[in-house]
C-alpha cells in the first residue's frame, strides 16, 4: 500500500522541478466568480444572477431573460417585440443554442443541427477590399454570406442540410490504457441556393456557456496583453497572442476576447452578431442579417428597422453580462487538491490562467475589482491540426483558437446531459478534449498521457470540482 502511494508522489516531485508552471496559484477560495458566485450546483446552476447583483436591477436580469430565453416569431405578428425571425436563420431563440446558458452539442444522425453551426468564409486573394478584411476578418461565401443557415421561415429554402459522420480512433496511453476519440467529418446536402464554392472554408461551432461574461470583459486589457509571448521569447513553448477585430461601437480595432477565435470585442457586440447569424435578426450595431442580395430575404416582411430594438438590445445584453458563476465544490477533497498541483505543474495553467482581478465598469460595481477564478488568459493558441479548422479570422490563423474559460466546468453536463467539450463538442469526456490538445500544448498533453491513472484521475476530479 505504501509504494502504492508513492508513485504519484513521486511523480508530482518529478513535475514540480521540471515544469514552470508549478508557480500559479492554487484557489483557496470557492468563490470563483467573486463576491458574485452562487452556490447553486443543480441544472440551473448556469441560469443565476450575479449573487451581488442590487436588488433594483433584479427585475431587468428577468426581462433579458425573456428575451434570451422565449422563441421569435415570424413576421408579421401579434407579438411585435418578438418577431422579425429569419427569413434564414439556426435557431429561433437565444437558449436554442445555450441551452440553459450552457454549452451546445452536436446533432445526433438523422437530427437538424441547433447549437451547432458552420462558418463559412473563402480565401482571401490579391484583389480582396483591405476594408472588407479589416471589418469582417475573412471573405464570407458568395452566396451563403458567413454562416451556415439549416433552417428557414415558409416560402424560403434553407441554405443547406448539415451532418456529421464521426471517425474513431483509439489512442494508447503509455501505461497501457486505451481512449477511444472521435473525429467529425461535416458533411452538407441539398443546398438551396446553388452549389457551394469549390474553395469554401468551415469552421464548426458549438454554443459556449454563458456563465461569468461580465466577469471576463472586466478584465483589464493590459493584463490580457501582458501575457502576450508571440514569439514565444522565454521559451516555455507558450506563444499566446491577441486577436485584434472591428469595434462596431468605436469604429476601429480593438481587442476581442469574446466567441472561440476572439473575434468580437464586448458581450454586446457578440450577442448583436449572434442575432443576426443565428436568427435573422437585425439589430442597431449589426444592422444587416447573413442573408444575401442574391437570396432576396428583403422581399419578405420583416420585424421593423431594427428588429431587436436597443432596449430589448440593452436587456439581454444587461442578462448576459450578469450570469453567475458556480461555486467550486470538493475543495477540500485530497484527489482535488492533486489535481489542482498537477494542473499547473504540467503545464495547464500556462495557458488556463487561474486567477485574474477585473477592473472598474461604469454603471456595474458589482463587477469591478473583484478576484476571479476563470482559468483563461482569452489569448489565442496554436492547438495543433488535429482541431484545427484551416479558416482565418481576423489575426487567429487556421490552427488558433482563444483559450477557453474553465469555471463552471464540473456542471456542463449536467447542465446539458448532451453537452460535448471542445470548439465543436467533440470530447464526450474531459480526458477526450486533453487527448486532442496538440500545438502548443503538445508537451503537457505528452505529460499527461505519462502519468499513472492515479493522478489522471486527480486530474480530472480538479477539472469537476470547477
Given at each position: ?13 518529478f ?15 470557492v468563490?470563483?466568480?467573486g463576491t ?10 448556469y ?25 421569435w416569431?415570424i ?7 418578438r418577431?422579425?425571425l ?6 429561433n431563440?437565444c ?25 463559412l ?15 469582417h ?7 451563403y454570406?458567413?454562416?451556415?443557415q ?10 443547406a ?13 503509455d ?5 477511444e ?19 469554401l ?5 458549438v ?9 471576463l470583459?472586466?478584465i483589464?486589457?493590459?493584463?490580457l496583453?501582458?501575457?502576450?509571448d508571440?514569439h ?6 507558450i ?29 454586446l ?22 442573408c444575401?442580395?442574391e ?5 419578405l ?5 431594427p428588429e ?29 487538491q ?27 460595481p458589482?463587477?469591478?475589482a473583484?478576484?476571479?477564478?476563470p ?14 479548422d ?18 463552471g ?12 467539450f ?18 502548443e ?8 498521457r ?13 477539472l469537476?470540482?470547477?
Amino acid at each position: 500500500m505504501k509504494l502504492l502511494l508513492a508513485a504519484p508522489a513521486l511523480a508530482l516531485m518529478f513535475f514540480t522541478a521540471a515544469c514552470p508552471g508549478a508557480d500559479y496559484p492554487l484557489q483557496d477560495t470557492v468563490n470563483s466568480g467573486g463576491t458574485g458566485t452562487v452556490a447553486q450546483s443543480d441544472h440551473n446552476a448556469y441560469s443565476l444572477p450575479l449573487g451581488n447583483l442590487p436588488i433594483a436591477r433584479r427585475l431587468d436580469f428577468s426581462v433579458g431573460n425573456s428575451f434570451f430565453r422565449n422563441p421569435w416569431v415570424i413576421a408579421p405578428s401579434s407579438t411585435d417585440a418578438r418577431d422579425g425571425l429569419g427569413p434564414l436563420f439556426n435557431t429561433n431563440s437565444c437558449q436554442g443554442c445555450h441551452i440553459k446558458d450552457g454549452r451546445g452539442h452536436p446533432p445526433a444522425p438523422g437530427e437538424t443541427a441547433v447549437s451547432l453551426f458552420l462558418r463559412l468564409s473563402v480565401p482571401a486573394q490579391p484583389d480582396t477590399d483591405p476594408e472588407l478584411l479589416q471589418r469582417h476578418g475573412f471573405v464570407p461565401a458568395p452566396v451563403y454570406g458567413s454562416q451556415l443557415q439549416t433552417a428557414a421561415i415558409p416560402g424560403m429554402q434553407p441554405e443547406a442540410r448539415l451532418a456529421i459522420d464521426w471517425q474513431l480512433l483509439q489512442e494508447r496511453l503509455d501505461d497501457g490504457s486505451e481512449v477511444e476519440l472521435r473525429r467529425p467529418v461535416y458533411r452538407t446536402d441539398k443546398p438551396g441556393y446553388g452549389p457551394l464554392p469549390d474553395d469554401l472554408l468551415i469552421s464548426p461551432r458549438v454554443a459556449p456557456p454563458m456563465i461569468g461574461l461580465g466577469l471576463l470583459e472586466a478584465i483589464p486589457e493590459k493584463t490580457l496583453l501582458a501575457a502576450e509571448d508571440p514569439h514565444d521569447l522565454d521559451g516555455d513553448g507558450i506563444s499566446g497572442r491577441a486577436n485584434q477585430v472591428w469595434d462596431r461601437v468605436g469604429q476601429r480595432t480593438a481587442l476581442g476576447r469574446f466567441g472561440l477565435k476572439a473575434a468580437e470585442v464586448s458581450v454586446l457586440q457578440q450577442s448583436m452578431a449572434a442575432f443576426a447569424g443565428d436568427m435573422g435578426l437585425s439589430s442597431t450595431l449589426v444592422p444587416d442579417t447573413d442573408c444575401t442580395s442574391e437570396q432576396q430575404c428583403d422581399q419578405l416582411p420583416d420585424g421593423g428597422t431594427p428588429e431587436v430594438s436597443d432596449k430589448i438590445a440593452a436587456f439581454v445584453n444587461f442578462y448576459a453580462m450578469s450570469l453567475a458563476v458556480p461555486a467550486r465544490r470538493n475543495l477540500d477533497d485530497p484527489a482535488v487538491q492533486q489535481g489542482a498541483e498537477l494542473f499547473n505543474e504540467i503545464g495547464c495553467a500556462a495557458c488556463h490562467t487561474p486567477r485574474h482581478t477585473t477592473g472598474s465598469v461604469a454603471d456595474r460595481p458589482e463587477l469591478g475589482a473583484q478576484v476571479i477564478w476563470p482559468y483563461t488568459d482569452l489569448l489565442l493558441h496554436d492547438m495543433g491540426d488535429g482541431l484545427a479548422d484551416g479558416r482565418s479570422e481576423f489575426l487567429a490563423d487556421g490552427n488558433e483558437w482563444r483559450t477557453p474559460p474553465l469555471w463552471g466546468l464540473g456542471l456542463a453536463q449536467q447542465i446539458n446531459p448532451r453537452a460535448g467539450f471542445l470548439h465543436d463538442g467533440r470530447a464526450r469526456t474531459l480526458e477526450e478534449a486533453i487527448l486532442w490538445h496538440g500545438g502548443e500544448a503538445q508537451r503537457t498533453v505528452e505529460r499527461y498521457r505519462g502519468l499513472p491513472a492515479a493522478l489522471r484521475q486527480s486530474l480530472t476530479a480538479f477539472l469537476n470540482s470547477l
